[in-house]
């Protein structure tokens, strides 16, 4: 124990240089920890952006992008559900709730979605999370719109504004003629939703009765009270999310519905859709977590760099050591002791910042980005990654453990300067 | 204890036949014929710089092995000794006083001088009390003030504080050899001579026998028996253009 005391009073000794090299230490480590942190933080979100709905139906595509399109609103259908499909896949006794929904139009640049009452419910995000109103409430009239907390605040939207929805993504035919008014503002979930103005299908279905292929009929124009009385059936929805009675239905459905003989349709599991998904996004983390192992491994080359430097004006004391009796194998394990403490000194205030960080940040990044970053202990993938370091850090105090060895080897207790 | 030697009388120190050459570009040699010291002897060896007197510490302490002859510290022989058996033979049996910056100066005093008794067990078993007391007293009868000793690192001394310090140091435990390297030479004259007193005091009082190593031919008349380098060994330095 007294070996300990000699490298903990050597280390206090050198106070200035070792506390800078611990900062260091320390700064890397957080930024390591901070990105995995969030990284998977967003992985988390990410998968977070829809649960508890079993399935996603839509025309036969790629499972990807089905979800992109249906989930994140990326991108668009190749083709759409028709009515009579999606009702016969609803009817099947597997199937114990169903949402469809209804995409194309668009407002200053966000998505339109056309869906039902039942969205609200059914819709759930980070863990089963149900969207809740700031403001308002689902859809009454016709021509009622929900805007996300996103579309709210950049477009400084408020209940009862009128909303002039655009024919398409892109375009500049606009259905002025069917104004709707925002009957209801959503709370922030950080999810696609935020940026999503949501009407009922019926809606969908009613600004397009005066169109024919992409255009309006020159001159006509139903009147709104006309449009109320209409029966609005659909003729086709862009994709559904559907929930089964039991679990173990799932993948019979998802059967039932790949192999529907009347048109090709694509069921997918979101949660597997997702992974696929985020295993293309995932090239970018990986990058930066490379990125940040780098820092630290030079935070601790840094630390061998100063345990080199002080080597010269340390062969006194290890002379000294020598000539009471030390093995220069003692010196060897002194100068390896001095840099795990410095390493774990690293490691614990690395951390220290880390979780102050979070503490403070986290509030902000999930207002702002919509990224819930949860304030955890580590866990074990951590804790191993946090013995990788320390691992690293004696191993890279080897190098000058063995300089050191060897000069006490060759100086013996003659005392150079 | 490794092997031990059958004789009759066995020396504190005795060197016999020894040779040793440094490697290295510039090789120095040494040979010494016989040089021997009797148990409890103080004896002073003079010798100017480069006259050998650094490798023959080496040598007695164990860091080097001679290349011929035998070196013996009572009964053991430490050319049979292993290079780590010889460390730790050192810590037990022999206390070391450098010329100045004898201390290891982030620890307390007290530390350094409880420091050796860590790498000689020997030793600490055949303290009295308690290592922590034996060494405040032979630091009291050094005449060093305690409370500087506990606290504060080795580096507030002044250097005689310092010096007195190391023999605390190389005589806790009883070694039975005291090897001092010039350890006055960085003291005034008045410090100087407080600190052979004690010194001597110390080591009769211990026991030990001491090999003091010093240019300075003053000293003898204080010492049982004073010793010229050039007496007992022979140096060359071959010296390349």
């Not at chain 2, 009797?38 to 060896?45: A, Q, T």
Request: proline share 4%; with cysteine.
């Amino acid at each position: 124990m007294i070996l300990l005391r000699v490298a903990m009073r050597s280390l206090l000794g050198r106070r200035i240089t070792v506390a800078l090299t611990v900062f260091t230490i320390a700064l890397s480590i957080a930024l390591l920890f901070g990105v995995e942190k969030t990284r998977v933080g967003a992985r988390t979100s990410f998968a977070d952006t829809i649960s508890d709905t079993d399935l996603i139906m839509g025309a036969r595509s790629g499972s990807v992008q089905l979800l992109l399109y249906s989930v994140f609103r990326i991108g668009n259908a190749t083709n759409n559900v028709s009515w009579q499909s999606y009702q016969e896949i609803v009817d099947r006794p597997e199937v114990e709730w169903a949402v469809p929904i209804s995409l194309g139009d668009s407002h200053r640049g966000y998505r339109v979605m056309g869906t039902t009452a039942e969205y609200f419910d059914r819709y759930r995000y980070r863990g089963g999370r149900q969207l809740e109103f700031a403001e308002g409430e689902p859809f009454d009239d016709l021509f009622d719109a929900i805007i996300g907390a996103d579309v709210a605040q950049a477009l400084e939207y408020q209940l009862g504004d009128d909303i002039i929805v655009a024919h398409g993504l892109a375009s500049f035919s606009a259905h002025d003629d069917h104004p709707f008014k925002v009957a209801g503002i959503l709370e922030k979930t950080g999810t696609p939703v935020d940026r999503t103005v949501i009407v009922s299908l019926e809606a969908i279905e009613a600004i397009h009765v005066d169109w024919q292929g992409g255009a309006q009929i020159l001159g006509q124009s139903t009147s709104a009270d006309v449009l109320r009385q209409m029966k609005l059936t659909p003729k086709a929805i862009t994709a559904a999310m559907l929930g089964v009675n039991s679990k173990l239905q799932i993948f019979q459905l998802q059967r039932a519905i790949n192999e529907y003989r009347q048109e090709p349709l694509l069921a997918i599991l979101p949660g597997v859709a997702l992974q696929e998904l985020w295993e293309i996004v995932g090239v970018a983390e990986t990058a930066l977590a490379a990125v940040s192992a780098m820092v630290v491994f030079t935070a601790l080359i840094g630390m061998m760099a100063m345990i080199f430097s002080g080597l010269n004006e340390r062969r006194r004391e290890m002379a000294i050591l020598r000539s009471i009796g030390a093995r220069p194998s003692t010196v060897f394990t002194l100068l390896l002791m001095e840099a795990a403490a410095m390493t774990l000194a690293g490691i614990v205030f690395g951390i220290a910042i880390l979780y102050t960080i979070l503490w403070i940040v986290r509030p902000i990044i999930d207002a702002r980005f919509g990224l819930y970053l949860p304030l955890e202990p580590l866990d074990l993938r951590e804790w191993k990654l946090l013995g990788l370091i320390a691992i690293t850090g004696a191993l890279v105090s080897i190098a000058p453990a063995i300089r050191a060895y060897r000069l006490s080897l060759a100086d013996g207790m003659s005392i150079r300067m | 204890m490794a092997t031990q030697d059958n004789k009759d009388t066995s020396f504190a120190l005795e060197l016999a036949g020894v040779k040793y050459q440094w490697p290295g570009k510039q090789p120095f040699s040494i040979a010494i014929e016989r040089f021997a010291i009797e148990p409890g002897e103080r004896v002073l060896l003079l010798g100017e710089s480069g006259s050998g007197k650094s490798t023959l510490l080496s040598l007695v302490c164990g860091i080097i092995l001679p290349d011929s002859g035998t070196i013996s510290i009572g009964e053991t022989k430490l050319n049979d000794l292993s290079s780590s058996a010889r460390d730790r033979f050192r810590a037990e049996n022999i206390g070391v006083i450098f010329q100045m910056f004898n201390l290891l100066p982030n620890l307390t005093p007290l530390d350094n001088v409880l420091l050796p008794l860590h790498f000689a067990p020997a030793r600490r078993a055949r303290l009295q009390e308690p290592a922590r007391d034996a060494a405040l007293s032979i630091m009291e009868k050094l005449g060093l003030p305690l409370e500087a000793m506990i606290g504060s690192p080795a580096s507030r001394l002044s250097v005689g504080q310092q010096q007195r310090v190391a023999v605390a140091r190389a005589l806790i435990g009883q070694p039975s050899l005291i090897i001092a390297d010039e350890p006055t030479s960085a003291l005034d004259t008045k410090t100087r001579s407080t600190f052979m007193q004690l010194l001597f005091a110390q080591v009769v009082s211990a026991g030990s026998t001491l090999l003091m190593v010093s240019h300075d031919a003053s000293l003898a008349s204080e010492f049982d028996r004073a010793v010229s380098m050039s007496e007992i060994a022979e140096t060359s330095q071959m010296v390349l253009a």
